[in-house]
């Protein structure tokens, strides 16, 4: 069974694009301002999105080709979800490859969100707003991230 794929020409060099991903102002501008970040190999990601979080291992950092990590812990709130701890044990590869002068061909793999999952449309649906997300800070150093206010405001 596939798992989620996807792939993102960005307009912005590989080492900005690295930057994105393993630096605290990057996945803060793209993903999630409620963040806590570490920046080394083993260490730890917390990203909470209201009342729904990932915790994730930091499993390699490749500078400017590629970032891996594992998902270690999560707690998705959705009312329709049986298990709501499904990215456990799922790994999130960001493959980096330069394709010219300030351009990045993003090649985006959730390895283990296959579609047998129940949060498999919440979460595609997720990863198709914030690697746009993630482009769009790379290109102009403004995201689209969640915002701690869009949790007061549900």
């Given at each position: 069974?596939?798992?989620?794929?996807?792939?993102?020409d960005i307009a912005a060099d590989a080492a900005?694009?690295?930057?994105?991903?393993?630096?605290?102002?990057?996945?803060?501008?793209?993903?999630?301002?409620?963040?806590?970040?570490?920046?080394?190999?083993?260490?730890e990601l917390q990203f909470r999105f209201g009342r729904n979080r990932?915790?994730?291992?930091?499993?390699r950092l490749e500078p400017a080709s590629e970032v891996?990590?594992?998902?270690?812990?999560?707690?998705?709130a959705a009312a329709h979800l049986n298990r709501r701890?499904?990215?456990?044990?799922?790994?999130?590869?960001?493959r980096l490859f330069a394709t010219g002068e300030k351009r990045t061909r993003l090649e985006f793999e959730h390895i283990g969100l296959v579609p047998?999952?129940?949060?498999y449309d919440l979460c595609q649906?997720?990863?198709?707003?914030f690697l746009p997300s993630l482009q769009a800070f790379?290109?102009?150093g403004r995201g689209t991230p969640f915002e701690i206010a869009q949790a007061c405001a549900a």
């Open positions: 069974m596939n798992h989620y794929q996807k792939s993102l900005t694009v690295y930057a994105a991903l393993t630096t605290a102002e990057g996945l803060r501008g793209w993903w999630s301002r409620d963040s806590d970040v570490d920046t080394q190999v083993g260490g990932k915790v994730l291992r930091i499993d891996r990590w594992s998902c270690t812990d999560c707690y998705m701890d499904e990215w456990i044990g799922t790994q999130i590869v960001f047998t999952l129940e949060c649906d997720g990863w198709d707003y790379a290109q102009t």
